[in-house]
């Protein structure tokens, strides 16, 4: 019964009628009831299939006008990297939270959620559960964000390059980042991308910065290869004109790519993981993302 189901909500999700907020609650629906029979797969299919997705949406963009939005999106990821992380390491103190979880939940608000995790993890040599409390964190405010960010920027009537702006900035994962984006416009979309991958590069220096303040010594820092290859297909899509008649075909799947990816996030946020994250990591993550969230939005209908 459970394979049946969870058969048929994926098949739904490869339909054109599937967007990337109804993919999210059908897994989130399918891990409430009946459960997710395949967690490991889904588990391991996720970061994989994210990554080919980003770089499929690569070859639906133009590179210049990605780096016109790279420009503009430079100032605010810097000051919003730091102030989240230093911010972090203060509420995390007040909380009386382990120095690990704090970080780790720090990165992933302040770079990209889950990937930010899992790259800084290794570095921090964190334990099994401090990693599966800020993972839990992130997911859980990821699906809140996809689900609240369209309606309040139509509220607003943010215009596409601000809403791009907003969702790179304030909301965690990539995969949520694009799928908010994806439901406001093309524009939004491919501004949100570009500038959250750039952010995404922090993960390097941040990795770095972790192995010297926690005095970690013979550890690898994990480089975000899917980056370059977004990057790769963004210029072929420019440069190349004999590759554009395939570009809508190629984002298209990439869309779908997405669509697929959170329903597999959504499928993997049983009660037990959003339980198993306790109240003060959540609060922890709730007070960040909304500081973020609210200035960030504060500064763009400021100045953008």
Same mark, same amino acid.
């Given at each position: 019964?459970?394979?049946?189901?969870?058969?048929?909500?994926?098949?739904?999700?490869?339909?054109? *009628?599937?967007? %990337?907020?109804?993919?999210?609650?059908?897994?989130?629906?399918?891990?409430?009831?009946?459960?997710?029979?395949?967690?490991?797969? @889904?588990?391991?299919?996720?970061?994989?299939?994210?990554?080919?997705?980003?770089?499929?949406?690569?070859?639906?963009?133009?590179?210049?006008?990605?780096?016109?939005?790279?420009?503009?999106?430079?100032?605010?990821?810097?000051?919003?990297?730091?102030?989240?992380?230093?911010?972090?390491?203060?509420?995390?103190?007040?909380?009386?939270?382990?120095?690990?979880?704090?970080?780790?939940?720090?990165?992933?608000?302040?770079?990209?959620?889950?990937?930010?995790?899992?790259?800084?993890?290794?570095?921090?040599?964190?334990?099994?559960?401090?990693?599966?409390?800020?993972?839990?964190?992130?997911?859980?405010?990821?699906?809140?964000?996809?689900?609240?960010?369209? %309606? /309040?920027?139509?509220?607003?009537?943010?215009?596409?390059?601000?809403?791009?702006? *907003?969702?790179? /900035?304030?909301?965690?994962?990539?995969?949520?980042?694009?799928?908010?984006?994806?439901?406001?416009?093309?524009?939004?979309?491919?501004?949100? @991308?570009?500038?959250?991958?750039?952010?995404?590069?922090? /993960?390097?220096?941040?990795?770095?910065? @972790?192995?010297?303040?926690?005095?970690?010594?013979?550890?690898?820092?994990?480089?975000?290869?899917?980056?370059?290859?977004?990057?790769?297909?963004?210029?072929?899509?420019?440069?190349?004109?004999?590759?554009?008649?395939?570009? %809508?075909?190629?984002?298209?799947?990439?869309? /779908?790519?997405? @669509?697929?990816?959170?329903?597999?996030?959504?499928?993997?946020?049983?009660?037990?993981?959003?339980?198993?994250?306790?109240?003060? %990591?959540?609060?922890?993550?709730?007070?960040? *993302?909304?500081?973020?969230?609210?200035?960030?939005?504060?500064?763009?209908?400021?100045?953008?």
């Amino acid at each position: 019964m459970q394979q049946v189901v969870f058969g048929a909500a994926l098949g739904l999700c490869l339909t054109p *009628w599937a967007s %990337p907020p109804l993919a999210l609650a059908l897994g989130l629906i399918l891990a409430q009831t009946v459960g997710n029979p395949f967690t490991s797969q @889904t588990k391991r299919l996720t970061k994989y299939l994210l990554q080919f997705s980003v770089v499929g949406l690569g070859f639906g963009m133009n590179a210049h006008a990605a780096l016109q939005a790279g420009k503009e999106g430079i100032l605010f990821t810097v000051v919003s990297v730091v102030g989240t992380l230093g911010l972090g390491y203060l509420v995390g103190k007040w909380l009386g939270l382990g120095r690990h979880v704090v970080h780790l939940i720090s990165c992933g608000t302040a770079i990209c959620g889950g990937s930010a995790i899992a790259a800084v993890g290794p570095v921090l040599r964190a334990k099994d559960e401090e990693m599966s409390v800020a993972l839990g964190t992130v997911f859980v405010l990821n699906a809140l964000a996809l689900f609240a960010f369209p %309606p /309040i920027g139509h509220a607003l009537a943010l215009t596409q390059n601000q809403f791009g702006l *907003w969702c790179a /900035i304030a909301i965690h994962d990539t995969s949520s980042v694009v799928g908010a984006a994806a439901a406001y416009g093309t524009q939004a979309l491919q501004v949100a @991308t570009t500038v959250k991958l750039a952010r995404a590069l922090w /993960i390097i220096p941040v990795s770095i910065g @972790t192995a010297l303040a926690f005095r970690q010594q013979g550890v690898k820092v994990q480089v975000p290869y899917f980056i370059l290859g977004f990057i790769a297909a963004m210029l072929v899509n420019t440069y190349v004109p004999a590759v554009r008649p395939l570009a %809508p075909l190629l984002t298209h799947l990439a869309k /779908i790519g997405l @669509t697929v990816t959170l329903f597999f996030i959504g499928a993997g946020l049983s009660v037990r993981v959003v339980r198993a994250v306790g109240a003060r %990591p959540f609060v922890l993550g709730t007070v960040l *993302w909304v500081v973020i969230s609210v200035s960030s939005l504060y500064v763009i209908l400021q100045s953008v």
